[in-house]
């Protein structure tokens, strides 16, 4: 038989928090959530817009992408988290952003 007393510890250990990015048009951001439901930290940061001609607008995929880590890791620093302690992910971005690159 699994003993009881071991959901206790094990329980205690199980990640705590629920990590919320949005990597929008200007900015990226990124909220870490506990187990309530309730915003424990944030972090925000816009990155530049490129306007190659009239009507085009464009974006850097590396700055994209260091805002995002940027903001994830100053929520957690702001709520003392680790990697460990999250329990999981969720993302929402441009949706119309495409990346090509020529191998």
């Avoid at 003392?80 to 999981?88: L, N, R, T, V, Y």
Wanted: aromatic share 8%; charged share 25%.
């Amino acid at each position: 038989p699994f003993p009881l007393s071991t959901l206790g510890s094990r329980a205690e250990m199980a990640p705590s928090y629920v990590l919320a990015i949005d990597q929008g048009t200007t900015s990226s951001r990124a909220i870490l959530f506990d187990k309530d439901g309730q915003v424990k930290a944030s972090e925000q940061q816009e990155f530049p817009q490129y306007y190659p001609q009239p009507g085009w607008a464009e974006h850097d995929p590396k700055e994209i992408l260091a805002s995002v880590l940027h903001c994830a890791e100053g929520a957690m620093k702001k709520a003392g988290a680790s990697k460990e302690d999250i329990a999981g992910i969720g993302i929402t971005n441009q949706r119309e952003t495409t990346v090509a690159w020529d191998k």
